[in-house]
């Protein structure tokens, strides 16, 4: 376009500036957005690496009856059936840091429960009595200059052991001191008349605005007779020092149970803290679920499996059970509230409203994933997501996350031969995977990254714990650490769609009639002050506006 003449050189110059700014503003515009969708990809590709198991390393410490890992991955600690405790540094294992020998009073040890932050031990023993040691790790960060004069931490050394603590370099800055605080056994209380067969424990934490104490519920298994079970709930108070020890004040819940197989048998029991429920799995294949009530445990219900029983573990935040099979399958048992509209009766049109009264639950199987061909020996599960390991008699291990039935990863696990004391537990941290065997100690790095991001998480029916069906669910975050990421897609499209189909419902009408009414019947006068504003609005964004108006 050909510039009239006789335009002062000042009106070129700014003409020519202000084009110039115009065209860098733009540039810059498209620049800043294509890095923010930049930012956008590199924090969400992480969404998509796959979780990885590492290479097995052994590591020179024996095998424990029940042992674990803790958070930071250097202290180990096992406990023999006899009671004696000792705990090991994992990057020096010559010789344990602490032993703890066995109390007098132990008796013969059948059966074991961890808490979920893996620092309350219960056991069971052979005549009857239960038994509670709690362990307390000092795990603080010091500075350069309060370390022990003769630390060894030389070049590239990150760990040392100095008086039987653990110092982790960190960075320049600091260091990391780990060790044993304290480990106390409780006196026996003896809760059963025979051998306890399985077990199983539920700390409740204080609320002052309910009026609830400290406490941990214990739950045994014992056989008093030959199929004959006895079923028991125990109320264990926090003391001073923080070890539960049994309430002379609060009753026991008891039941019997007849019709069950040996005490050899395999036998698991899981306490559902929610809904108020008892699952107990027998060797046969039958999922017995119970109800707690005030003053009673009653039977409720029994589902079959359809193949024996192998192992068995409760999932993080104990809303279900995942049970290993001689087929190679694992499969899934939750709770869920029955549906009022699927307990009506057709032939009288009513709702059975005196079975919804009575027992208003129903034990559902929600997950199965056929992961080999061989029994699977041993099923861990992770402290706070849905993350399980499953060892096969073969050797094959096998990384799920349970919620969405998908395989994360496998791995062959380095001892020849799996069985008898072969178990598989995750660290603290779920850093770590820790096997035990007759063989020998071996850890293998994890990296789990976001198994519950995927596809099948955010477009399909999912069905999670304490739900009768799959379902379509948005629910990021929740009250509880131990609570399933429900990421469906589905609800916010369809929200987001029905909130823009109503929205239009009143401002298109309104918008026509708004427009017909300014260009046909308003004045000049009004008119050329209005019609102004208008466009200046249309050309703004909806959230700008929404954003000054808000």
């Not at 056989?223 to 609060?250: I, W, Y």
């Not at 199987?365 to 499953?390: F, G, M, Y």
């Amino acid at each position: 376009m050909q510039r009239p003449t006789g335009v002062r050189w000042q009106v070129r110059v700014s003409d020519t500036a202000m084009g110039l700014l115009v065209a860098v503003g733009g540039v810059s515009t498209i620049i800043a957005l294509l890095l923010v969708v930049a930012v956008l990809l590199w924090t969400t590709l992480a969404l998509l690496k796959p979780s990885r198991i590492g290479s097995w390393s052994q590591v020179d410490v024996p095998g424990y009856w029940v042992s674990s890992v803790d958070e930071s991955g250097q202290l180990y600690w096992g406990v023999t059936k006899r009671g004696k405790v000792e705990l090991w540094a994992l990057a020096d294992s010559g010789e344990p840091l602490h032993v703890i020998e066995a109390p007098d009073f132990f008796a013969t040890p059948t059966c074991f429960a961890l808490s979920e932050d893996r620092d309350l031990l219960v056991v069971g023993c052979e005549d009857g009595s239960v038994v509670s040691g709690r362990i307390k790790l000092e795990d603080e960060f010091v500075s350069m200059q309060d370390a022990p004069v003769d630390l060894a931490l030389a070049g590239n050394r990150k760990v040392s052991i100095h008086d039987g603590k653990i110092f982790v370099k960190f960075e320049d800055s600091g260091l990391r001191k780990i060790g044993l605080d304290d480990w106390t056994w409780s006196a026996p209380q003896k809760v059963a008349s025979g051998r306890i067969c399985a077990i199983d424990i539920e700390q409740m934490e204080p609320s002052i605005l309910l009026g609830v104490e400290e406490s941990t519920r214990v739950l045994t298994l014992c056989q008093v007779e030959s199929g004959d079970f006895e079923l028991a709930m125990t109320t264990l108070d926090a003391t001073q020092g923080g070890l539960p020890s049994f309430s002379e004040e609060k009753a026991d819940l008891r039941l019997n149970i007849r019709g069950h197989g040996r005490a050899e048998d395999f036998v698991h029991c899981s306490l559902l803290p929610d809904s108020a429920q008892i699952l107990v799995a027998w060797q046969s294949g039958t999922i017995d679920r119970y109800s707690i009530g005030l003053d009673s445990l009653q039977y409720q219900e029994s589902q079959s499996t359809g193949t024996a029983l192998v192992s068995a573990s409760a999932l993080s935040g104990r809303q279900a059970i995942l049970c290993g099979t001689t087929d190679g399958r694992l499969i899934g048992w939750t709770v869920a509230k029955r549906n009022a509209l699927e307990t009506a009766d057709p032939s009288f049109g009513r709702i059975e409203d005196e079975l919804l009264a009575n027992d208003p639950f129903q034990l559902v199987l929600h997950h199965e994933l056929k992961i080999s061909d061989s029994p699977i020996h041993s099923v861990a599960s992770s402290s706070n997501s849905k993350t399980v390991a499953a060892l096969d008699r073969a050797g094959k291990l096998q990384l799920a996350y349970v919620t969405t039935d998908s395989l994360l990863a496998d791995s062959r696990v380095p001892t020849d031969e799996v069985g008898g004391n072969c178990e598989l537990s995750f660290s603290s941290n779920n850093s770590e995977l820790l096997l035990v065997s007759e063989e020998g100690t071996w850890v293998c790095p994890l990296e789990l990254e976001h198994p519950d991001a995927s596809t099948e998480a955010y477009f399909s029916t999912t069905w999670y714990e304490g739900y009768d069906r799959p379902n379509y669910i948005w629910q990021s975050s929740a009250g509880s650490d131990y609570s399933e990421t429900k990421l469906s897609l589905i609800p916010l499209f369809f929200g987001t769609l029905k909130a823009t189909i109503f929205t239009m419902l009143f401002s298109v009408p309104l918008a026509i009639f708004a427009a017909i009414y300014t260009s046909e019947f308003m004045g000049p006068v009004l008119r050329s002050r209005i019609r102004p504003l208008l466009e200046l609005m249309a050309s703004l964004p909806a959230v700008v506006i929404g954003y000054l108006f808000a």
